[in-house]
């Protein structure tokens, strides 16, 4: 499933509804991948808001929150950041276009001026603040919310005191089962996503997803030639189908349906990391990473997003624009692990 809204503006009503809905598909042996959005820990921010930062606060999205499907997340690379590009990358295109070497280090996709990484890429130490990256000149073209989705489960029941906003009677999804005790997941007694991510990057480090249309009924062109001069766009709405597939074809080697595979997906990955993680997996391994390890662990980076200044969430000690954060008196980024 791609689109969603977040918790906050699709109603305890409709996130019970979704939450039915996918249980009952799990029970006839469903497996169901919900996107979790674009727009880094502030889905709710695609319900109206003109800014180009969040002014509603952390929230996610309400269609991928439910403990019965598997949420899933966006990553990036992280050759360009670290000016590894020749490392991963032949100069040159195979026939088929392909250049990857290997296994590329991965950070979360997050296009925002309140990505530490980008902020550090252009030399500011913190991205808050009025000397901060998120209010200097460069930082302006930052201004943005497009990244991977995540964070707590925050209004899947109750109702917001402010519209769209984690507010009022508001309470997340319990914590299911197979996410409790974790390595990397909170201790914070509520569902939190993404449980998987794959690469979904729109542009900006240079990695980005091309596609073509060739439905001539509706306006698509043969698609022919190079890929390079295709069009070219990222989301989680790319990386959700693409992990579908990756379940058809489990379902097709186990010889039937799977229904609910976050069970086994967190066993699997709790295995590898056990209570203290595992450094042969670590994403930012890139080419040395381990060959047997089943997920990649990304330890770098972050999905925060910035906000305007006095917003909900909003950590903004001087400045117009403030980034979100779990403490308003204090910094705490808004991570979530993969």
Not at 168 to 178: F, Y
């Amino acid at each position: 499933m791609s689109y969603g809204v977040c918790e906050a503006f699709n109603g305890a009503a409709a996130n019970q509804a979704f939450s039915t809905a996918y249980q009952t598909g799990v029970g006839g042996g469903m497996s169901i991948f919900v996107a979790t959005g674009d727009d880094n820990s502030a889905d709710c921010n695609d319900n109206g808001s003109t800014y180009a930062g969040t002014t509603y606060g952390i929230g996610v999205d309400g269609w991928a929150s439910t403990p019965y499907n598997v949420a899933v997340g966006g990553t990036d690379f992280s050759d360009t950041y670290a000016g590894t590009n020749s490392t991963y990358w032949n100069s040159t295109n195979t026939p088929t276009y392909g250049s990857a070497k290997s296994y590329i280090p991965e950070i979360p996709w997050n296009d925002t001026c309140a990505s530490q990484l980008i902020a550090t890429y252009f030399g500011y130490t913190t991205t808050y603040g009025s000397s901060g990256f998120c209010n200097s000149s460069a930082g302006a073209d930052f201004l943005d919310l497009g990244g991977g989705e995540g964070g707590p489960s925050g209004c899947a029941t109750g109702s917001p005191s402010t519209p769209d906003v984690v507010s009022g009677t508001c309470a997340g999804w319990p914590k299911p089962s197979w996410q409790s005790g974790f390595l990397g997941n909170p201790a914070d007694g509520v569902r939190d996503l993404p449980d998987v991510s794959l690469f979904a990057a729109s542009g900006a480090w240079n990695h980005y997803y091309v596609d073509c249309y060739s439905d001539s009924d509706f306006g698509g062109t043969p698609c022919s030639g190079a890929p390079s001069t295709w069009d070219s766009a990222g989301g989680t709405s790319f990386a959700t189908p693409i992990w579908a597939g990756i379940q058809a074809l489990i379902n097709q080697q186990a010889g039937e349906k799977q229904g609910l595979p976050t069970y086994r997906l967190y066993q699997l990955a709790f295995q590898e990391y056990g209570t203290s993680g595992s450094s042969t997996c670590n994403a930012s391994n890139g080419n040395t990473v381990g060959s047997s390890c089943i997920f990649y662990d990304v330890t770098q980076g972050d999905n925060d997003a910035d906000c305007q200044s006095g917003t909900p969430n909003c950590y903004d000690p001087s400045g117009t624009y403030g980034v979100l954060s779990t403490s308003t008196s204090s910094y705490h980024y808004s991570c979530v692990f993969f």
